[in-house]
Nanobody
Framework: EVQLVESGGGLVQAGGSLRLSCAAS????????IGWFRQAPGKEREGVSC????????YYTDSVKGRFTISKDNAKRTVYLQMNSLKPEDTAVYYC????????????????????WGQGTQVTVSS
């Protein structure tokens, strides 16, 4: 059974940093693309970042470029999202998602293309 568990969320002041973790179990980790998504109250889910199965491709939505960094530790089966210079508009529930793929450089940003989701972790940035 595929399991994804997010952690690392919390309350931080604007300009601060958080590192989210997504711990994976139940599947062949290096056979999956991993994405981070977020959903703020009253808004649609947004693709924030993704990393391809071979780590060769990463994606960031424009609003987080230069501030967020996605990385993966295959030995720990964990994907990280380092978030720096946080802004109040980054406030949301953050989810990680995984999708099996044979394509090494596949890195979709559409949440509908991911079959496996974590429970989410709340990030709140105060002004």
């Amino acid at each position: 059974e595929v399991q994804l568990v997010e952690s690392g969320g919390g309350l931080v002041q604007a300009g601060g940093s958080l590192r989210l973790s997504c711990a994976a179990s139940g599947f062949t980790f290096d056979g999956y693309v991993i994405g981070w998504f977020r959903q703020a109250p009253g808004k649609e889910r947004e693709g924030v970042s993704c990393i391809s199965r071979n780590d060769g491709v990463t994606y960031y939505t424009d609003s987080v470029k230069g501030r967020f960094t996605i990385s993966k530790d295959n030995a720990k089966r964990t994907v990280y999202l380092q978030m720096n210079s946080l802004k109040p508009e980054d406030t949301a529930v953050y989810y990680c998602a995984a999708q099996r793929t044979t394509r090494s450089f596949y890195c979709p940003t559409n949440g509908l293309l991911y079959a496996n989701w974590g429970q989410g972790t709340q990030v709140t940035v105060s002004s």
